[in-house]
């Protein structure tokens, strides 16, 4: 069994200006109907590159709503015996799982050290490739981790009395399950300003805390379902304390099988059949 992290992503145009796109003038809405059929496109001519060195990737699957791919990194190991150092290059590479249904939008990265240590590493690898692609379809692309929802109520518990400051961090929204969290006028705003990333902050009077930080507050509940499904980061800022505790760096995950790297289509099939239930269910 594998560790895989997961993580969301959304799909956002450039611009609430019209735009000329295949030869003829497209709204903000006819492209966001379309953000979905360009995404997949755009793995036809991707590169990944890692400290400017190119890297190998191998499509092992992909149909209208799912992509698995392979992505390999370039390192030189050493080889010692009998007092003699040896040098070769290797390439260990790991899965990706890219679920491109326009109502889930989640992202898979298989969580392997030997070839690229976490897969935030990985994550930043795609964000770069893919914003260099989609960019040509005036398409922005926001990845976030998803967390368990849990983690921040108790972060909340823990530093019950000490909060001074709660601050929520939302990537332009436009995916149904995030939205669905978000008021209304927040997204109208975020929408009418075209705003990339709109953050929430909660800043308690002086020498005071902010008070009812627990699920019973409903809207307070909202935002944090909103930011667990992967809208953006939250972040505290206690009391005598300089530095923010965050949620950035915390990852949702499940483990699931390994999939050869010779495996035949049927294989390959039946893994992305069991891999897209796995990833629906998170």
Not at 22 to 33: A, K, P, Q, V, Y
Not at 146 to 171: A, D, I, T
Request: hydrophobic share 35%.
């Amino acid at each position: 069994m594998i560790k895989y992290d997961i993580f969301s992503y959304q799909l956002s145009p450039v611009t609430n200006v019209q735009t000329s796109l295949f030869g003829h003038n497209m709204t903000t809405d006819e492209l966001i109907s379309k953000k979905n059929i360009l995404f997949a496109k755009i793995f036809n001519t991707i590169d990944f590159y890692s400290s400017r060195k190119k890297l190998n990737y191998k499509i092992e699957f992909k149909d209208d709503e799912f992509i698995l791919l392979r992505l390999a990194n370039k390192k030189t190991l050493k080889y010692e015996k009998n007092f003699q150092k040896e040098y070769f290059e290797s390439e260990p590479s790991c899965l990706i799982g890219i679920y491109n249904n326009p109502n889930i939008q989640l992202i898979a990265i298989e969580s392997d050290k030997t070839s690229f240590g976490n897969s935030f590493t990985v994550l930043k690898i795609l964000e770069r490739a893919i914003d260099r692609e989609i960019t040509k379809y005036y398409l922005k692309f926001y990845p976030q981790p998803k967390y368990e929802e849990k983690m921040l109520w108790e972060m909340l518990k823990k530093y019950e009395g000490r909060v001074q400051k709660l601050q929520f961090e939302f990537s332009k929204p436009n995916l149904a399950r995030i939205n669905e969290s978000l008021s209304e006028d927040l997204k109208a705003a975020s929408r009418a300003l075209n705003s990339a990333k709109t953050k929430i902050e909660f800043d308690a009077p002086e020498q005071q805390v902010l008070e009812n930080l627990d699920e019973n507050n409903h809207p307070l509940a909202d935002l944090v379902k909103a930011s667990s499904e992967g809208a953006g980061p939250a972040k505290l800022k206690l009391n005598g304390f300089r530095s923010w505790e965050t949620t950035e760096n915390s990852v949702k995950t499940f483990e699931f099988d390994s999939l050869e790297i010779e495996a035949d289509n049927e294989t390959i099939a039946n893994f992305v059949s069991q891999l897209k239930s796995q990833m629906n269910n998170e």
